[in-house]
């Protein structure tokens, strides 16, 4: 055991320097209500028209409540996947490196090291101060999640503790706790298939004629750490081994104060209690991640026993709801190559060239993309979209597969595909008995949901898409900005592009009528001429070439 913890990897503080370095974080320093104001605030990023690569992180340095009680701890929205280039700065890699780094992670964890002096301790309340209204969790400035709709301050950048009672293997989730009282909160764990190993634990405690589990919930860890509650690893790996491999060389943690737990020995705060697994109670409505407010259900009574903080302490919060949003760039970020690794690495399926799960307003779970390689068979893709369906329980309600001109992003695109690549009665298969997953739980009436696979690849060869070549439309668009014209965003497909169905005679064909030589065109197809024939029957081009050449 180290006494003083050493580090090679960026503690939440290093983190806020680097988004700041490169103009990635908004600092805030005008007054802002945390119950009323910060998260409208910052959604306005995600509803305003703005493009993902302009969106940042804020931290909040003047923050009051609805009450005009002001507050010393900053907070931090956005603060870990505003959009892919923070949660890049976090991983300390370029973006398209991050796949890698998690595959290697995964598959070479390091164990976490144990110190006995952590920042976390630098201050610690325990005992019954934490029932005084001022102190416990009441000195922390949680915002309300949704104005209008929430019912209390919620903590949604959790990294939740709770270790199995029987192998006392440790398990990390996100989950969200809402505050109800200086020393009490309600914790939400998923009880839906694929849903928390915190719940797992938490059954596994009733099951032995328990009355309490042992929980810590951290706000605030390193990157690496951070990272791991949002992540859906095998439940069984502690996170802590992930995030040492992530970072190359162990976290450190330390004993929890009041309960049987380590945590990161360089978290902002730390809540340390008791869950109640005898009883639950009313937790109220919240806005959640599948776009819809979740209506009032009973969950999990939380006793604290500890508060412990950094004297700097910062507080995260992510913004969730409806997306695009903080928690579902995080999601898509890990989840993505995860799905593509399975399909191409542990299915071995061949032509799979990624997987993209659906983020706006759809929130990831319910619309998976899979692209692959033209000329891909038949049976592969049905492998594929069987594979991609069903690699997660909550996941995969519509799964479609697209050849890789499909932009994945634009739901145009991928109803074009699906209009003119599509046969219902061939390419569509629905499969019954899925589980609904995340989601509005009065969405349907049963427990049980089902998926639609759809086959939207071209099964053969198909005319040029009829837009101008890229050539012309990047020529054009100088001339565009040359004039000082409004600012375009280009949105695809923007060029027209050759989709295997073009001959080399239309080429150039093409080439000429460009350059203004349409007239020898004409002299061609007047070589070309047939009796006889109805008119729109089709030109075979390679037939036209010999005729040419005699």
């Given at each position: 055991m180290k006494d003083q913890p050493d580090r090679n990897y960026r503690d939440l503080h290093d983190h806020i320097d680097a988004l700041e370095a490169a103009g990635l974080l908004n600092r805030?320093?005008?007054?802002?209500?945390?119950?009323?104001?910060?998260?409208?605030?910052?959604?306005?990023?995600?509803?305003?028209?703005?493009?993902?690569?302009?969106?940042?992180?804020?931290?909040?340095?003047?923050?009051?409540?609805?009450?005009?009680?002001?507050?010393?701890?900053?907070?931090?929205?956005?603060?870990?996947?505003?959009?892919?280039?923070?949660?890049?700065?976090?991983?300390?890699?370029?973006?398209d490196a991050i796949a890698g780094k998690w595959a290697e992670a995964i598959a070479n964890p390091i164990k976490p090291v144990e110190v006995s002096e952590a920042p976390c301790h630098e201050i610690v309340e325990e005992g019954a101060s934490l029932s005084e209204e001022g102190h416990g969790i009441d000195i922390l400035p949680i915002p309300v999640s949704t104005p209008g709709f929430d019912s209390a301050p919620t903590l949604s950048a959790t990294n939740v503790i709770t270790a199995d009672p029987e192998d006392g293997i440790q398990n990390m989730g996100t989950y969200?706790?809402?505050?109800?009282?200086?020393?009490?909160?309600?914790?939400?764990?998923?009880?839906?298939?694929?849903?928390?190993?915190?719940y797992q634990h938490y059954l596994k405690?009733?099951?032995?004629?328990?009355?309490?589990?042992?929980?810590?919930?951290?706000?605030?860890?390193?990157?690496?750490?951070?990272?791991?509650?949002?992540?859906?690893?095998?439940?069984?790996?502690?996170?802590?081994?992930?995030?040492?491999?992530?970072?190359?060389?162990?976290?450190?943690?330390?004993?929890?104060?009041?309960?049987?737990?380590?945590?990161?020995?360089?978290?902002?705060?730390?809540?340390?209690?008791?869950?109640?697994?005898?009883?639950?109670?009313?937790?109220?409505?919240?806005?959640?991640?599948?776009?819809?407010?979740?209506?009032?259900?009973?969950?999990?009574?939380?006793?604290?026993?500890?508060v412990t903080r950094r004297r700097d302490a910062v507080i995260p919060s992510y913004i969730s709801q409806v997306a695009p949003s903080e928690s579902s760039v995080i999601k898509r970020v890990a989840y993505e190559p995860l799905f593509t690794h399975h399909l191409k690495s542990t299915l071995s399926i061949k032509g799979v060239k990624k997987v993209s799960l659906h983020e706006p307003l759809t929130g990831l779970l319910r619309v998976t993309v899979v692209t692959v390689e033209p000329g891909?068979?038949?049976?592969?893709?049905?492998?594929?979209?069987?594979?991609?369906a069903f690699f997660k329980g909550d996941c995969g309600k519509i799964c479609i597969a697209v050849n890789d001109d499909i932009d994945v992003d634009s739901p145009d695109s991928i109803l074009w595909a699906m209009a003119y690549r599509?046969?219902?009665?061939?390419?569509?298969?629905?499969?019954?008995?899925?589980?609904?997953?995340?989601?509005?739980?009065?969405?349907?009436?049963?427990?049980?949901?089902?998926?639609?696979?759809?086959?939207?690849?071209?099964?053969?060869?198909?005319?040029?898409?009829?837009?101008?070549?890229?050539?012309?439309?990047?020529?054009?668009?100088?001339?565009?900005?040359?004039?000082d014209m409004p600012r375009l965003t280009p949105q695809s497909p923007w060029h027209g592009y050759s989709l295997g169905a073009w001959h080399?005679?239309?080429?150039?064909?093409?080439?000429?009528?460009?350059?203004g030589d349409y007239l020898e065109n004409g002299r061609i197809s007047l070589q070309l001429q047939v009796p006889g024939l109805k008119p729109e029957s089709r030109v075979d081009p390679e037939e036209s070439l010999r005729k040419l050449r005699k």
């Open positions: 805030i320093d005008r007054v802002i209500d945390k119950d009323a104001e910060m998260h409208p605030l910052v959604r306005w990023q995600y509803v305003g028209g703005l493009k993902e690569e302009d969106r940042k992180a804020f931290l909040f340095t003047n923050i009051t409540d609805g009450k005009g009680r002001t507050y010393d701890i900053p907070v931090m929205v956005g603060g870990m996947a505003a959009n892919r280039d923070v949660y890049a700065t976090g991983m300390g890699c370029d973006l969200r706790c809402a505050l109800k009282a200086p020393d009490r909160m309600v914790v939400r764990m998923a009880t839906r298939v694929g849903g928390a190993g915190g405690h009733q099951a032995a004629g328990d009355t309490e589990m042992p929980v810590a919930i951290v706000l605030g860890c390193p990157p690496y750490v951070a990272f791991m509650g949002p992540q859906k690893l095998p439940i069984g790996v502690d996170e802590f081994d992930v995030a040492g491999g992530l970072a190359g060389a162990p976290i450190n943690v330390v004993r929890a104060r009041t309960v049987p737990l380590m945590v990161p020995a360089e978290a902002e705060v730390v809540i340390e209690g008791y869950i109640d697994v005898t009883k639950v109670e009313p937790e109220g409505p919240f806005g959640e991640s599948h776009g819809h407010v979740a209506l009032e259900e009973y969950n999990m009574p939380m006793r604290v026993t500890a891909t068979p038949r049976t592969e893709i049905w492998r594929a979209l069987h594979g991609a599509t046969n219902p009665v061939e390419d569509m298969q629905t499969i019954a008995h899925r589980g609904q997953g995340h989601g509005p739980k009065r969405e349907h009436d049963g427990e049980e949901d089902s998926t639609l696979l759809v086959d939207a690849t071209m099964k053969s060869p198909m005319p040029p898409l009829a837009l101008p070549g890229r050539e012309y439309m990047e020529r054009a668009r100088a001339i565009w900005e040359e004039m080399e005679i239309w080429d150039a064909a093409a080439q000429r009528a460009a350059a």
